[in-house]
């Protein structure tokens, strides 16, 4: 124990044996003139003289107070000394109570830290376990799915390595086709070529200057423009492009206007043909291989140099046409004819060495229609056609017909009653009705039939 711990001590003590005395009762003054005893410790026992107040000294009193004061104050420090050892008693037993309890709930405290300890370390244990479990059956899961990868990624290979053999052999298979093939367009291509070398003749067209042979050949190049059936506007405009192109192609072969069969047709049209022909720089020629009435009869009379087979049939007669309106107006109308005859009979009679008039009364001496109509080798000598031709030689004619059926149709189209189908040509007067004319038109065809009729 040290001198702290020590002084402690002897001050509870002090202060226990001082509430000690305070709690004794108090003993009554003693009477006047009676001896005072004032208990003392042990073994000292104050004795005082008892003296009547009167005769007591003031020091005495002085020290009797004094003295008394002592003793209360001795008596006090005991009361305090026994009242400090009292308390400082039950503070040991309260700290000893206290230590146990200390002690009890430290215990406690220690057992339950224990059994925390405990539990955590058996917590800690089951998720180190649980850990570990999941741990394993995760590598064992990475594992199997490595496992996985590696059978996909070896399934993927095998696929892979068969898909290209199967691509090889697809290709091998598909070069093998092309090359079958290959062959098989190539002799289809040669025979085709073969078949196409049959059907052109190995010969060109041939110009020349002069086409006409002292045998009586007409030798037609493919410098040719047929005219067949009704004469239209569209028909014009056909022949003319013609010319101009074969005129821009050359200008020292003749062109030739080839009519098998044509009963004629409007007459500003004809005229624009005729027109065209006298405007080309090569010489533009007519040949009639069948029939050419009115307008293209006009035409091939009027054309620089005419042919036609001696069986062929030239017609000449006056423009016919329908008036209508009042009589002024039909006057008019016929007064616009008459120009139009005057200017197309004119130059025919006239090459023919005759008046327009007498080409008139000619026309029906012959045929009471008006409807002069000769053979080309008769005609030959009205003048209506120059030569008279035995044969001719189409050198333009180098693909078979047969190959070129549309092509020579179109090319060459016949009088609807012996063709079949439409070409550029027949649109005018196809199934017999004639387009409408302008008003200063009048049509100049052949038609004893009636067959052709306006809309």
Known sequence: MNSTQFSTLVLFSLIANSQAHAQAPASPPPPAGQVSVVAQPPAQVSVVSQQPASEKSEAQKKLDALKLENALREETLKQQLSDANAKLAKLRIEADLGKTEADGELAARRQQLEKQKLELEETSARFQLENSRKQ??????????????????????????????????????????????????????????????????PQKPVYLKDPLKPDGTLVLSDRRIPLNGPIGYDTADRIADRIDYFNNKNQEYPIFIVIDDSPGGSVMAGYKILKSMQ???????????????????????????????????????????????????????????????QRLAGPIAKKMGITTDDFINQMYEHTRTGDWREFADSAAKLKWVDVVIQRCQETSFVVDPNVQVAATTASSPRFPSQQSGSSSETRVGADGILPRLNPVDCYYIYNPDNYYHLK
Do not use: C
């Open 136 to 201: 394993a059956a995760m590598e064992a899961e990475l594992v199997e799915l490595r496992a996985q990868k590696d059978r996909a990624e070896l399934s993927a290979a095998l696929a892979e390595a068969k898909a290209k053999q199967v691509v090889s052999e697809a290709k091998q298979r598909e070069i093998a086709l092309n090359s079958h093939q290959l062959e098989v367009r190539a002799k289809i291509s040669e025979r085709e070529g073969d078949l196409q070398a049959e059907n052109y003749a």
């Open 279 to 341: 405007s080309s720089a090569a010489p533009v020629y007519v040949v009639v291989k069948s029939f050419a009435a009115s307008m293209a009869a006009g035409i091939t009379t009027l054309a620089e140099r005419s042919f036609a087979y001696p069986n062929a049939i030239i017609l000449h007669h006056q423009i016919s046409g329908g008036i209508s309106g009042n009589m002024t107006i039909q006057r008019e109308q016929v007064k616009e004819t008459e120009k139009w005859w």
